[in-house]
């Protein structure tokens, strides 16, 4: 069965500080999708990327990148020069053959001033 | 823009009482779905839809039912609410399996 583990619960940073969050999942499946949201304290969740199984390209958007590894099925994510507004819970997840989109526990990112 | 719109943010409920929530998509989105949110827990799966009338079990069913009579629309019904569905519960629609889910607001019930 899939399975997604961010390690890190909880982490605080001051701001312009880079931050980087784990990722790492688990499927038998070679065909699979791999997503971050993003939930602010209003409370809803922010669809933020998505990358499938066969394009391993890291992908940059403005302050947050994205480093995809197979070999080591991981899906980190990485803040830039991190803002207040940056404080939120970061979700990473997971979908295959299942079709039943799997989350991990999500990281509580707390960014100070 | 694609909007989910849940009936409730906050709603209070009694022991053993039927709760329906509700959930609304306006872009003609042919799967929805069901979490619950829990701290340390992320989010479980309860229920999904594929299209109308038509219904599947997620990772977390017990306790909870669904109904799809209409395409745009998603209920979840607590059959007789317990103080340990006292939760977040997120309503999501998505235009295929593999596509980002979009998600409501959330309601966080409470049983008392």
């Known amino acids: 069965a899939q399975k997604v583990t961010q390690a890190q619960t909880e982490i605080s940073v001051v701001e312009k500080e880079d931050v980087t969050l784990d990722c790492v999942y688990e499927?038998?499946?070679?065909?699979?999708?791999l997503f971050w949201y993003k939930q602010p304290p209003s409370g809803e969740l922010v669809f933020l990327i998505r990358?499938?199984?066969?394009?391993?390209q890291n992908e940059i958007s403005g302050r947050y990148s994205w480093n995809f590894q197979k070999s080591t099925s991981s899906f980190n994510f990485t803040i830039t020069a991190s803002q207040v507004v940056d404080s939120a819970v970061y979700f990473c997840?997971?979908?295959?053959?299942?079709?039943?989109?799997?989350f991990g526990a999500g990281t509580i990112l707390r960014v100070k001033s | 823009d694609v909007k989910v719109t849940q009936s409730s943010r906050y709603l209070v409920k009694r022991t053993g009482e039927k709760v329906f929530l509700e959930c609304v998509q306006d872009m003609d989105h042919e799967n929805m779905f069901w979490y619950r949110q829990d701290p340390g827990l992320g989010l479980r799966l309860i229920y999904f839809?594929?299209?109308?009338?038509?219904?599947e079990k997620g990772d977390i069913p017990e306790g909870y039912s669904v109904s799809r009579e209409k395409k745009e629309r998603f209920s979840l019904i607590l059959e007789s609410a317990s103080t340990n569905q006292t939760s977040m519960y997120l309503c999501?629609?998505?235009?295929?399996?593999?596509?980002?889910?979009?998600f409501g607001d959330g309601t966080r019930l409470s049983i008392l």
């Open positions: 997840a997971l979908i295959d053959y299942g079709n039943k989109l799997v």
């Open positions: 990358r499938n199984s066969f394009d391993e």
């Open positions: 839809s594929y299209d109308v009338k038509m219904k």
């Open positions: 999501a629609s998505s235009l295929q399996v593999y596509q980002p889910q979009h």
């Open positions: 499927t038998r499946d070679t065909t699979y999708y």
